[in-house]
């Protein structure tokens, strides 16, 4: 079992910096991929960035594609979202997610089958 926690969310003004943390613990060896979702109010979640445990390969939604960067401590079993040029838009519960499928790419959130609780960003205008 994977647990993993989240932190960092808080309320910035827009054009500012954020950086998001979670931490995995249990079975954090096997995991091929993690990545950072987002549910706005009212809307459904989506994909904003993945990352492979191994290779440290990255993919990225176009809309946060040059504003925001995940990154990996493996040895910490820590994963960070630096979230930077922030908008009202990016408004959003953010999750960290893990899945220890093979193969995977992109952003499909039925690949991935352990979440975080989540942690609230809030961008004011």
């Known amino acids: 079992q994977v647990q993993l926690v989240e932190s960092g969310g808080g309320s910035v003004q827009a054009g500012g910096s954020l950086r998001l943390s979670c931490t995995a613990s249990?079975?954090?060896?096997?995991?091929?991929?993690m990545a950072w979702f987002r549910q706005a109010p009212g809307k459904e979640r989506e994909g904003v960035a993945a990352?492979?445990?191994?290779?440290?390969?990255?993919y990225y939604a176009d809309s946060v594609k040059g504003r925001f960067t995940i990154s990996q401590d493996n040895a910490k079993n820590t994963l960070y979202l630096q979230m930077n040029s922030l908008k009202p838009e990016d408004t959003a519960i953010y999750y960290c997610a893990a899945t220890f499928r093979t193969n995977t790419e992109g952003l499909r959130e039925d690949d991935f089958g352990y979440w975080g609780q989540g942690t609230q960003v809030t961008v004011s205008s």
């Open positions: 249990g079975l954090t060896y096997f995991r091929q991929r």
């Open positions: 990352i492979s445990t191994g290779y440290g390969t990255t």
